[in-house]
């Protein structure tokens, strides 16, 4: 991927992060008391910081960002991703399995 396309993929699934996680507390913010607006936020930015946190040092590794990389800090977001660090650790059980 060229930076421009980099750029608006990560900001685009860094908005998709904030309304996931935002909007996943919406009921729970009400049963504690908690301002809904006040537990978007705080939700949403706490994930969005997770990610970038994990932009930022896969960035300082070696001053680039590759697909994996970028693919991988939003896995930690999404339950059902498959990274593939999570493709290399299920090959290795696979072979421990059968040896």
């Known amino acids: 991927m060229n930076g421009v396309k980099n750029i608006n993929n990560i900001l ?5 992060v ?3 996680n935002g909007l996943s507390v919406i009921g729970a913010g009400a ?3 908690v301002d809904t607006i006040t537990a ?3 939700a949403g930015l706490t994930a969005v910081a997770a990610v970038v946190e994990k ?5 300082m590794d070696d001053g680039k960002l590759t697909a994996d990389e970028i693919n991988s800090a939003f896995s930690t977001t999404d ?6 660090e ?12 059968t040896a």
Do not use: C, H, P
Request: glycine letters at 2%; charged letters at 25%.
């Open 55 to 59: 932009l930022a040092r896969a960035f």
């Open 12 to 16: 685009m699934r860094i908005i998709a």
């Open 31 to 33: 049963i504690a008391g």
């Open 18 to 20: 904030f309304a996931a």
């Open 79 to 84: 339950k059902n991703a498959v990274t593939v």
């Open 86 to 97: 999570d493709l290399a650790v299920e090959k290795r059980r696979a072979r421990s399995k």
């Open 40 to 42: 978007i936020t705080v």
